[in-house]
């Protein structure tokens, strides 16, 4: 659980600073779950250049409470957070110093959003929560006030969630929490779980991952593991320690994020997706009378492949489909073997491509569709589909036929202003996993949206 807050002051001499104004969202890595914002009389002037710049004055804190009034409900909706602000020492040394004159010793592990903004999205031109946050594109309101600042923060923080891909955000809480005794049994587990798409990480109790997947309804696939025979479902119900999860409302982004970060965390449970899982591989090569065939062979990265599967028998039977879909032989594509026509134009689904009845100029069309239809090559594409709420969307950004990472926006101007979209991007590698997975979902998918530039 983190605790996210902004504190406005008077200003003045290091340690003598009162506090005008606190804002704080108790928030659970998904949502906002509380808050409190209060105003409070610090009893001493405020400095005008810090009146100019927050807008509250003298006379707005006469009747506000004073810090000692409201220091039992931060401590309450602090208990058992982290505290996470923008440039943390400063808001946390202002509450400690409050604290202290109050004859109490206020102690809480802090994350700073400017040390996290610049790990996680390096090369900004500034820091400073207004400039990020414009470079991002987040809504902002009340500049320079403690509830606007603080909202700000929130939603800086979800994307630098996001962003982290090793999970060493969430690895901290987690250690966190083992020092406070919080251990939960597999059945609380899963009843903290969402039935929603997305994905999820289960953890030891030093916050190490050892399992990664993904789901469209989290909670129901985790309850499996828990209750299943076999050896690795065994030894994960003996090692859990908690289970974390990120929302992604989109199958697809779910897919890409279980991809990458099983390779980057390297989970000792998803020992078989470490590697690419896409070991075969549809290319497409003339024969000697001029007709594109569609081959079906083991993945080589030297050659540039149309798409790739698991298995061979999933890309047989891919095959079948798109021979089916686009009208083509399935002699020319490997899938009859056979010295004269294929069995297909027997029952009049081949139009003797086979035997030359056809031209290859006019078959070629048909199999150049189901190409261009499959690759990316020097387009620039926004898929669009479902965010993690109803005000939500995701977003998948394809540019100059490279896969470049995903996020998720509320306000279209984040995904047409490209440069906006850069920023609030999830970086991540384009290869041939991402890419295979971007193609299945484009072929299978009835919710997303392409949105060309």
Known sequence: MYAILDIETTGGQFNEEGITEIAIYRFDGHEVVDQFISLVNPEIPIQPFVVKLTGINNAMLRSAPKFFEVAKRIIEITQDCIIVAHNASFDYRILRTEFRRLGYDFECKTLCTVELAKVLIPEQTSYSLGKLVRALGIPMADRHRASGDAMATVKLFKMLLD?????????????????????????????????????????????????????????????????????????????????????????????????????????????????????????DEKDDNGYINLKLQKADGRRKEITSFTTFQEGKNALFRISAAYHLCQKLNGIYDTKTHCFQYTIKECDGACIGKVSPEEYNKRVQEFIDKNMFDNKTIVLIDRGRNINERSAVLIENGIYKGYAFYDLNYQIRNIEILRNILVHMPNNRDTRTIIQSQI???KSLKLLYF
């Open 163 to 283: 962003k982290d891909l090793e999970k060493v955000i969430v690895k901290d809480l987690i250690q966190s929490e083992v020092v406070k005794g919080i251990a939960p049994k597999l059945l609380d587990i899963v009843d903290s779980l969402p039935s929603k798409t997305g994905v999820y990480y289960m953890h030891r109790e030093d916050g190490s991952i050892i399992y990664i997947g993904k789901s469209k309804n989290i909670k129901k696939r985790v309850n499996q593991h828990f209750t299943g025979t076999t050896n690795k479902c065994k030894k994960i119900q003996l090692e859990v320690f908690t289970v974390t999860f990120d929302e992604t409302g989109s199958e697809l982004i779910a897919l890409l994020k279980e991809s990458q970060e099983i390779k980057i965390n390297q989970p000792i449970y998803n020992r078989s997706q470490r590697k690419s899982i896409f070991q075969w591989a549809l290319y």
């Open 443 to 445: 072929r299978r998918s």
